[in-house]
């Protein structure tokens, strides 16, 4: 419980999703794995319609990423196809050589074998949209995980998906907002008031404000500052 107040006050720092991937690497280390990664997956059952996302949350060796891309890994990957069909953690091993993996997907996990990816822990997550997130920890050793080890980095994967799902949500709800919603938090931003805002942008005070409440409703706050800041970590703008 004390670790996961801990952990609680790192994320509650963390405005932007490469500083929660900082914390989920150094977990990884902590716990004995080597590598670590977080992906979503998008596209239809059609495991050929699929696309993976990591935003440079992985690292993985660079010659495994490069061969998964060129190769387009991603379609035979068993780790993904396990992950969109079951909602539990698993580890690599337990479906390593399954009957149920197809030729391709066993010449994909030997090529990770190959590669240093040897025994890894897998936790999928779906969102607040529906999507589904992969968080991976793995290592190139054989590699015993306790009950224990298992339960609570599961536990504290989910606190850090938590907060990076939120910050997702909030970078696509900024990017559904109007230019001049942006504009009028950005002068927010700059400590103008509504009136002073409307006189920068030749506007009315009352469209001025209406502006900032149709934003601030979008981006799930009642308070500007907030709106403001969201507005700051999903890079709408900056403020020197």
């Known amino acids: 419980m004390k670790r996961m107040g801990k952990l609680t006050e790192k994320l509650r720092a963390c405005e932007k999703v490469d500083e929660v991937y900082k914390i989920i690497r150094n977990l990884s280390y902590e716990y004995g794995f080597e590598f670590s990664a977080f992906v979503q997956v998008s596209g239809t059952p059609n495991r050929h319609a699929l696309t993976i996302d990591h935003r440079g949350m992985i690292n993985y060796p660079d010659a495994w990423i490069e061969s998964y891309e060129r190769g387009e890994f991603h379609r035979n990957d068993p780790i993904i196809q396990r992950s969109r069909l079951h909602e539990e953690p698993f580890l690599w091993s337990q479906i390593n050589g399954s009957v149920d993996m197809t030729q ?137």
């Open 104 to 240: 391709d997907e066993r010449r994909m996990m030997a090529a990770a074998h190959e590669t240093g990816l040897k025994e890894g822990l897998t936790i999928p997550f779906r969102g607040r949209t529906g999507k589904l997130s992969v968080m991976c920890y793995v290592t190139p050793r054989d590699f015993k995980v306790t009950d224990s080890q298992f339960n609570e980095l599961h536990a504290l994967s989910s606190m850090c998906f938590m907060r990076i799902d939120r910050l997702l949500n909030d970078e696509q709800r900024v990017s559904e907002l109007s230019k001049r919603q942006i504009e009028c938090l950005y002068w927010t931003a700059m400590g103008k008031s509504s009136r002073e805002i409307s006189e920068l942008l030749d506007l009315k005070e009352n469209t001025v404000t209406y502006h900032i409440k149709v934003a601030m409703a979008r981006l799930e706050t009642n308070n500007r500052t907030v709106a403001v800041l969201r507005c700051i970590a999903a890079g709408a703008f900056y403020i020197d």
